[in-house]
């Protein structure tokens, strides 16, 4: 048996640790070979591989990042994507193919197992946490650790100065990095996606905070928005691939705190050392069982699945059903940490 493996999207805290958990017992227990395919789908696409033995694993669960590249390129946008990924898996000999990524890399794994007859078993990672039909995706534990850190450093110097500092951190859909982080941070504020925020609400918190004498922390997820007439949406571009991007979130929401409470505010963008790095413990033993699990899902010609984890087992769903739709704060998280807001 010959299998193809690729990692696709943002990277992220843990890659290193899968690859190395599906070719370790794949070649030891089953006597698999393996070939790497370059920067996501692009290598599938272009044929460009790289060799993937228990040599070139050794010494990378640590490592952030990926050994084997990675890119947002989707087959499916390509003209003649389908037949070029299986032309060049014929050529490989490739049997299976084990897709490491998010939504985007796993819809992809998802029509090309169920609809074109290649082989897939999926292997979800983000660090958002947004995936649905698993409990957590390694990535998360690491962003949410490093944004808590940071969160700690912000609140001496907003003591110090008696200022609101604002922290801004990674989520465009979804809230699960600002709402664990700023739980476990202690922010005075936070801010998702999820739930449209209402800038003079935030403004009292912030002010009712500094009559206690304490400066506030406020931690806004990058796809946060107030609600409507509150923002001009001056800032919103879409990227190469059509994703909407709100830049800027943190730092308008400074100046408007200035503005409205006149308390002096900061603004910390944290951007992508949240993913870089490296993974977290947890990371790291998620990771691994994912790649364990995966190789497994191979050995039994299990494809159109993904493993995912459910309570502390490793189980497999099918890739089209965790893909389809994305796994968001349930409103009951978020007011359950709103008693610290103020
Ligand atoms: O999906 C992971 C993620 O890190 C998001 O939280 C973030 O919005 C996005 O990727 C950034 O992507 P890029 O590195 O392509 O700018």
């Not at 996501?40 to 033995?53: I, K, Q, S």
């Not at 809230?175 to 936070?190: D, Q, R």
């Not at 709100?246 to 992508?272: D, N, P, Y």
């Not at 993913?275 to 050995?299: E, K, M, N, Q, Y």
Request: aromatic content about 6%; overall charge neutral.
């Amino acid at each position: 048996m010959r299998v193809g493996v690729l990692t696709g999207g943002g990277d992220c805290p843990g890659l290193n640790a899968v690859i190395r958990g599906v070719v370790r017992k794949g070649v030891q227990e089953y006597g698999y070979d393996f070939v790497g395919f370059r920067d996501g789908w692009r290598g599938p696409l272009e044929n460009d591989t790289v060799r993937l033995d228990i040599p070139a694993v050794r010494g990378i669960l640590p490592r952030g990042g990926t050994v084997l590249g990675s890119s947002r390129t989707n087959p499916l946008k390509q003209e003649d994507g389908i037949r070029r990924i299986k032309d060049n898996l014929a050529k490989n000999e490739i049997d299976a193919l084990v897709a490491i990524g998010g939504e985007d890399t796993l819809g992809v794994a998802a029509r090309l197992s169920d609809e074109y007859g290649v082989p897939c078993v999926g292997v979800p990672k983000t660090i958002d946490n947004d995936l649905s039909a698993t409990d957590y995706t390694f990535g998360f534990d690491t962003a949410v650790g490093i944004a808590t850190e940071a969160i700690d450093r912000l609140h001496t110097t907003a003591e110090s100065h008696m200022r609101v500092l604002v922290c801004e951190v990674m989520g465009r859909h979804a809230g699960w990095i600002a709402l664990h982080s700023g739980l476990a941070g202690g922010a005075n504020v936070i801010l998702i996606p999820e739930q449209r925020f209402d800038l003079d609400q935030v403004c009292a918190w912030i002010t009712s905070r500094f009559r206690a004498s304490y400066a506030p922390i406020v931690v806004v997820a990058e796809g946060a928005m107030p609600k409507d007439g509150q923002m001009v949406l001056k800032d919103e571009t879409r990227d190469s691939f059509g994703h909407v991007r709100l830049s800027g979130v943190g730092e308008w929401l400074a100046k408007e705190i200035e503005r409205r409470t006149g308390k002096e505010a900061r603004t910390t963008v944290l951007g992508h050392i949240q993913r870089g790095g490296t993974p977290s413990a947890f990371d790291r033993w998620l990771a691994t069982r994912f790649g364990l699990h995966a190789i497994d899902a191979v050995r039994d010609g299990d494809f159109g699945k993904m493993v995912a984890l459910r309570g502390t087992d490793v189980v497999r769903v099918p890739i089209a059903e965790a893909t389809a739709k994305l796994k968001t704060v349930d409103p009951k998280l978020y007011e359950e940490a709103g008693v610290f807001f103020g």
